[in-house]
């Protein structure tokens, strides 16, 4: 198993208040493997992702539980060693790669130094395999002294994909990765995260809020809501039959562009200010499924046919 | 026809940096939007559906005369706007409304939602004192913001992404408009709401008999709600016609790429798919002849060197390209 999540707790300590961004979150990846995470604002997809890097941002922290990626325990990390990790075995691509780049660095050169800072290698090796990985994203060699400002958006997060696979990592943690882009350079881009996986047995956690495109692409798909797991399944399985209330209203909810006279139909409300969630399940003030339980205690999640589901209906 | 428009072009002078000051007399522009034509009826939803840098937002602005056009007409109820100055048109605004994206922004903070609905009943002097508030409150109570009277009072901090936008709608219906234009009044509202928020627009043009113009990159949330749809590249409409038909009989080689990369949710995936290469090139330089050529997969000879006009193809349905003919 290439990473094991178990229990996994998060809290932004504001003052406001405590703010339980992920609460309890279980699963598994194997390598080779896509996972979708999928939620809307505020449901700690994005902090789960950091969580993973160990980098969840001050007032922040993880509270309790255990990442393990090949075996060794991340939230125990010193964070030299937690340097050696990232990039070498587990790397990120964010939605805005301008937050990533220097603005004042060619790009060529920016890859070459995260090579050198992790590998045994001379000036030229790095430039040499940084000039591989420019192509192998789709940009041409001429283009290594551009500056990111002289790139399109579409470019600038090729560059991100090519740094993030320079140490070759097991793992890639991409977190709304073409949402600032056109659709047909998202698919540009959907394609070099399978051709990674399909070539290089990458494993992938693909973090988004779109719920068709994580269809489309994951293997499996975590859906989150307000912090929880709610379910977690064969991206299959979940389009077919979805298990817990909330991932099947937000199947209702997403247009597919190949159905004639299609009715969508919105979740009433919206999703809860973790400051000060609803008591019980989070999702049951929207559920058109709640019984009197669900307002009073928290669902335990369980393992039916193989996947997880958090949901009184299956308590 | 509530909105005719007819080649209309909206250029931008490009800065200069010193040097090509001396070096160079020669100007040089961006080509946001170069040369489109169409007509909005009645009632209608007229989709305008592009990538960024397509001149889609651009168009938008133009219509309402929120930006001055460089050449073309644009008649609103049989009367050209495209000249008139800024005293004159004003009492037309009533009819013509703007919805934005993003409704964080397009709220004054330090105003409450009562007050900023009530605005343009007083601006336009269509309403003053309990009338309008009346007005207000029954606006509220439509589009889903109940108990009305207390969504009046609060300040938009207090209210969700969702909500605001239904703010922002209720603002741009309260003078019952004959056209709003909607620029991707969806895209930053979350998923799950989104449906609710295109059923309400929807509902309150069936009351009020509002069209829209509506400006989105995504297709399938023009599908949902157009009537027609116009697809946009580099300042250009490439194709536009009955929703059914585009959908169904897709013509232009680009509006088929658009089609084939929207996601859909269903797993396995990766269909067969028009592939295109690279990026939509920059908007002053445009390619000479069909502007598409560099990126299509089918282009021949003749797409660098002419440029297609847009053609009907089988009724109520035009596209520019030349195999099409």
Redesign the interface.
Known sequence: MLLEVDDLHVHYFTKRGVVRAVEGVSFNLDEAEILGIVG??GSGKSTLGLAIMNLVPSPGRIVSGSIRLNGKEITRMSEKELRRIRGKEVAMVFQDPMTSLDPLMRIGDQIVETILAHEDMTKEEAKRRAMELLEEVGISRDRFNDYPHQL?G??RQRVMIAMAVSLNPKLIIADEPTTAL???????IMDLF?ELRDEHGVAIILIS?????E???SDRIGVMYAGWLMELS???D??KRPLNPYAR???K??????L?D?K?????G??PDLHSPPPGCRFHPRCPDAKPVCSREEPPTKVVDGRLVKCWLYG | MLLEVTDLKKYFPVAKTFIERILTKEERYVRAVDGISFSIEEGEVFSLVG??GSGKTTTGKLVLRLIEPTSGRIVFQGTDITSMSKKEIRPMRRHMQIIYQDPYASLNPRMRVGEAIMDPLLIHRIAQGREAREMVLEMLEKVGLTPPETFFNSYPAYL????RQRVAIARAMITRPKLVVADEPVSMI??????????LMMDLRREFGSAYLFIT?D???A??ISDRIAIMYLGKIVEVGRT?DL?RNPLHPYTK???S??????????RE?I??KG??PSAIDIPTGCRFHTRCPLAFDLCSREEPELMEVEPGHFVACHLHK
């Not at chain 1, 969508?264 to 009433?268: E, F, N, V």
């Open positions: 809307e604002s399109s579409g470019m056109d659709v047909i350079v998202q698919d540009q399978t809020h779109d719920l068709a495109l269809l489309e692409v064969k991206a299959e979940l389009m209203e937000l199947l909810a997403i247009p597919n562009v190949e004639e299609q969508l139909i919105s979740i009433p919206s999703p | 990538e960024s969700s992404g969702g909500q979350d998923v799950s709401l989104r449906a609710s928020i295109l059923d990159h297709l399938a949330v599908k949902y059914r959908f790429a658009l089609l990369a929207i996601p859909v949710p269903t797993p396995g995936r990766r798919r592939k295109l990026e939509i």
